[in-house]
């Protein structure tokens, strides 16, 4: 029998060329992809390279700087330790220290005008790492561990009172107390002649 062919001429003609068209679309795409996947390789493997190079130029910057000795690292640490001894030693030597300026200063702004002062003595406190058991005081003296002492004259005991309530708010000043006032003749005058004790705050808040 003979072959008849019942396609038309158009669809026979169109039936080979998509099927090279499916078989060359992978291959073009695979292609695409490899060139795309090549040049991403290439362009990491050089920027590796530049950064291996810039990590031997640092590591020979790097041994080219002179080790430092041994011996002058030793003595610059002792000499910044020495510094930070001496440092402390004076902080803490401040710390302890009484501002007599503003001692004398809050003094004279409670004094009234009708109290004059004979002697004034004053001492630092002891402070509390310091402190050694005191003597014993000697009979009769009164004023023996005290660090702060007025002895002056006034007109009256209630000037004498008035003293030791402005005394008493004196922020360095603390144990105010009143060892003796007596009347006296004090040229063609009356006089009262007082002692006052008190206690001087140590540094730092301390009594």
């Excluded at 992809?33 to 640092?58: E, Y």
């Amino acid at each position: 029998m003979r072959a008849i062919n019942l396609l038309p001429r158009d669809d026979a003609r169109r039936g080979p060329q998509r099927t090279q068209w499916i078989v060359l679309v992978p291959v073009a795409v695979a292609v695409l992809m490899t060139g795309v996947l090549s040049a991403a390789f290439l362009s990491a493997s050089g920027k590796v390279k530049d950064k291996q190079a810039q990590l031997a130029s640092l590591q020979e910057v790097l041994q080219a700087i002179p080790t430092p000795d041994a011996a002058k690292v030793q003595s610059q640490n002792a000499l910044a330790a020495d510094k930070q001894a001496r440092v402390t030693a004076l902080s803490a030597a401040l710390s302890r220290r009484v501002a007599w300026d503003r001692v004398f200063r809050e003094l004279s702004l409670v004094l009234p005008d009708d109290v004059w002062l004979a002697t004034l003595s004053a001492k630092a406190p002891v402070p509390s790492s310091a402190a050694m058991a005191p003597a014993p005081a000697a009979p009769g003296s009164a004023l023996a561990a005290t660090q702060f002492t007025l002895d002056g004259f006034t007109y009256s005991h209630a000037a004498v009172a008035r003293l030791l309530s402005r005394l008493a708010v004196v922020p360095d000043l603390v144990n105010v107390q009143l060892q003796q006032s007596t009347r006296m003749k004090l040229g063609v005058a009356n006089a009262v002649h007082f002692t006052i004790a008190a206690d001087v705050r140590r540094p730092g808040g301390g009594q």
